[in-house]
């Protein structure tokens, strides 16, 4: 039986991994292992992968859009300080209602999170980007989307479908976990050819071997 890992890679898609694959370090000593693309798949996965590696840490790399165009625009990317959840509630677009305000939790929290439990906070071992990265079940489809999700969620500064869905894995299973993203588009913006994929990845590795390299995660959630 090999020794477990101290870090374990996750990526959502084989279109991020391919990617990152070609980066300089990829790959050594550092196992890197699909997550799947949803919170559903992610949560299942990662939970699953976790459970089999038995892991120090937990990296979830791969691209996300963002809120703030000015702040981190695209072609950058960030670690978050927390991630939310939108999309388990009820209702949809300016109607909907979030489980936390219904009065509903995902899982029983602890004092590290917030009080309102659809939010976790994450590990940012790196100075974290300035505001909250949004889980969302689906994509915005148009600014005007992505405007009124800023609206319910005023904290937020990127959107992506994995991370709140990782982070509960992790924290159920009581490992440390940091949240690494490049900033491909705008939120909202669905003309692909607009969007910034490897220059978004090429950020995120560089963050993501730097989390690797570093022997502790000093971080205060």
Do not use: K
């Not at 991994?17 to 799947?36: K, N, W």
């Not at 981190?72 to 939310?84: C, H, K, M, R």
């Not at 388990?88 to 109607?95: K, N, P």
């Not at 999700?149 to 940091?178: I, K, S, T």
């Amino acid at each position: 039986m090999t020794d477990a890992p101290r870090t374990l890679l996750l990526v959502p898609t084989e279109i991020e991994r391919r990617h990152l694959a070609g980066q300089s370090g990829f790959g050594t000593d550092t196992p890197c292992e699909l997550c799947g693309f949803g919170p559903v798949a992610a949560a299942a996965r990662a939970a699953s992968l976790i459970a089999r590696h038995q892991p120090e840490r937990v990296i979830l790399a791969g691209i996300a859009g963002t809120f703030d165009s000015a702040g981190l625009p695209v072609g950058t990317a960030a670690v978050f300080p927390s991630v939310v959840m939108h999309g388990v509630g009820v209702g949809v677009a300016s109607g909907f209602v979030s489980a936390a305000a219904l009065g509903f939790r995902h899982w029983p929290t602890d004092d590290r999170d917030p009080e309102n439990s659809d939010e976790l906070t994450v590990d940012a071992p790196v100075p974290p980007a300035a505001g909250q990265l949004l889980t969302c079940c689906t994509g915005s489809t148009s600014p005007e989307e992505a405007r009124q999700r800023l609206e319910q969620y005023p904290g937020a500064v990127a959107e992506d479908m994995e991370g709140f869905a990782v982070a509960l894995a992790c924290r159920l299973a009581g490992v440390p976990v940091a949240i690494a993203r490049g900033i491909s588009n705008d939120v909202g913006d669905r003309e692909f050819e607009r969007w910034q994929i490897p220059a978004a990845l090429d950020a995120a590795w560089i963050i993501v071997s730097d989390l690797i390299g570093r022997p502790n995660w000093d971080t205060t959630p």
